[in-house]
Each structure stands twice: as C-alpha cells, then as structure tokens.
C-alpha cells in the first residue's frame, strides 16, 4: 500500500501506509539530532504517532536527481556544485546516520534504508535535499542497506551519461 501525501498550509503531511514502519518519539528526536547536522536532510516539523503520519517542510514541485542528469531539457539545471551537492548528500546521509549509530546499544544503527537517486531530489531553488525520512529506521546490524551502495554505482553511471552528453 503506498504512502498518502498531501499538502496543508505549505506543510507536506505523509500518511505512512506500511506496516513495518512506525513513527515514534524516539524516533523523530533520532531524526532531529541528525537533520541538525546535515543540511541535505529534509525537515520533520512535527509527528503524529498514533496515526503513523509526518509533518515535513515544503520544497515545492522537486525533480529527482536521476531524472536531472539524464534529460536534456533538465540538464540545464544542473551545475558543478549541484553535481558536488549530489554526490555530498548522498554519501553524508550515510555517513552522519553511521556516526550517530556510535551512540546506540549492541548492533543497532539509525540509518536510510532507501537511500537511492530516487529520494534525492533537486528543489526549484536548485537544492539537493535527501527525501523519504521515514526509511531512515533503527536497524539490525546494518540489513538492508545495499540500496546505498548499488546508489553509489548508479550515481556514477548517472555523472557519466551527464558529462558525456555535454
């Protein structure tokens, strides 16, 4: 079932679907402590616990970052720093969501476990935010996060048809 997204008075509210994701407080101060730090991070305003539901900044009418490589009518958009801005926000989320990892008991690590081009996206103000932060989730062991590392490959793939083309 997928994820109900809305906008209410320039706040994005998503209506979370899935069954094995829930929203709690410890999950939003996780959250918090890391988008403090990485400014790539898209903002949670606020949580709504008992019905699964996120309060998030508005970044307007976005592109994801694979499409703004690939399609010429795009390619205008994308400048040396957005490529810089890219490759940093993909490789930051990963590695701020390890670092605060370091705080947590046993084998337990806060990181995004979709951390693809997908949800990275390019604003209309020409800024690269990391969407989709539900999927950051407190995990086992670090399961499930070879979306990261395929992301890594496919980013590269992606600089090569962009740089090619121009």
Not at 15 to 28: A, D, M
Not at 124 to 138: A, E, T
């Amino acid at each position: 079932m997928k994820n109900d997204i809305s906008i209410q008075d320039d706040v994005v509210v998503k209506k979370i679907n899935k069954n094995f994701i829930n929203i709690s407080t410890e999950w939003f101060e996780f959250y918090k402590a890391l988008a403090a730090k990485n400014k790539y991070l898209v903002k949670v305003l606020d949580i709504d616990i008992k019905r699964n539901i996120l309060y998030m900044e508005n970044l307007g009418n976005c592109i994801h970052t694979e499409a703004c490589l690939k399609d010429p009518y795009l390619k205008n958009r994308v400048t040396k720093e957005t490529v810089c801005d890219i490759i940093i926000a993909l490789n930051t989320a990963w590695s701020d969501s390890i670092e605060f990892s370091k705080s947590l008991q046993g084998n337990e690590f806060f990181v995004h476990t979709d951390l693809s081009l997908d949800n990275i996206v390019l604003t209309p103000n020409n800024k690269i935010k990391v969407i989709d932060p539900d999927s950051f989730q407190l995990i086992d062991k670090l399961l499930y996060t070879e979306k990261f590392y395929m992301s890594q490959i496919n980013l590269m793939a992606n600089l090569g048809i962009y740089y090619n083309d121009l």
